[in-house]
């Protein structure tokens, strides 16, 4: 029977602790400043705008919000970031994605200056992961090690599988449970026998974007499995990738969707951002 990694809790523990460095901060009149940019009103996009919004006004960052419209030209868009990078008050800044078609995300992402790049997308930062240098990681993937390590599961000489190769999780997931001694595979569409791969796993993390894909069959006994999808279900709940009814009774800790890895994404996110102001004061 599995132990439910709580996810919010752990967040709502970490918040508080960077609550106490951004009030520590405002004692030297320091302020830490978030800059948020929305192209369009992806539904989506609203909703996790609104929540890091939110995060910031709890913990005393002060949010700059740019809400633009579906038509505004690249042009116009790297010009705020220019504008943005050059001011000396902004210590982060997030573009929401997905941009609209006519604007290219790739020359957007790597616009960002990559001191105040907190997402951790720009090259410069997906770089010094891979070599072990001081730069941004990406929010789920930090959030994805402090769930970890917050919940006692050990990493070092671990077998870690990761299911997924995405810049934004896969990718940088595998490099941190690397860093933290773990032996790591990461398996994808084109892996062979893929269930032997992850019953091979003391961890798994799953962000493989299919809904409840990976039942029991493809845990390990006493895996710890951590789940990074989210999409709806018939019923339309939330649920991920992991069918959780399914793996509970195997692995030995779980992360539920809702209430797991996605509560972490924004808390790293805000760490980030203070780290930025720490980085340049």
């Known amino acids: 029977m599995a132990k439910r990694i709580d996810g919010k809790a752990i967040a709502a523990q970490i918040k508080e602790e960077l609550k106490e460095q951004v009030q ?6 320091i302020t830490v400043t978030l800059a948020v940019i929305q192209v369009g009103q992806d539904p989506a996009s609203c909703v996790y705008v609104r929540n890091k919004q939110r995060t910031c006004e709890e913990l005393g960052i002060h949010s700059l919000s740019y809400e633009l419209e579906e038509t505004t030209s690249e042009e116009k868009l790297l010009s705020l970031i220019q504008e943005l990078n050059a001011r000396e008050d902004v210590d982060g800044i997030l573009v929401q994605l997905p941009l609209p078609g006519h604007i290219n995300e790739k020359d957007v992402l790597n616009a960002i200056d990559p001191a105040k790049d907190v997402d951790g997308f720009h090259p410069y930062n997906v770089g010094a992961l891979s070599c072990g240098e001081e730069g941004f990681v990406p929010g789920t993937p930090a959030g994805i090690i402090e769930l970890l390590k917050r919940s006692d599961i050990r990493i070092d000489g671990k077998e870690c599988v990761v299911i997924g190769r995405s810049n934004i999780v896969g990718k940088p997931i595998a490099q941190l449970l690397l860093a933290e ?11 062979v026998n ?7 796993a003391d961890i798994l993390v799953v962000a493989i974007g299919k809904r409840q894909m990976i039942d029991a069959e493809y845990v390990k006994p006493g895996a710890a499995v951590i789940d990074v999808g989210i999409h709806r279900d018939e019923a339309n709940h939330l649920c991920g990738d992991v069918d959780y009814e399914s793996v509970f009774p195997v692995a030995s800790a779980i992360t539920p969707v809702p209430g797991g890895v996605g509560p ?5 996110l805000m760490k980030n951002c203070i780290e930025s102001r720490r980085r340049r004061l």
């Open 181 to 191: 001694n773990g032996t790591v595979t990461i398996a994808h569409s084109h892996t």
């Open 264 to 268: 972490m994404t924004i808390a790293m």
């Open 24 to 29: 520590q901060l405002a004692k030297d009149n």
């Open 194 to 200: 893929l269930k032997e791969v992850t019953k091979r």
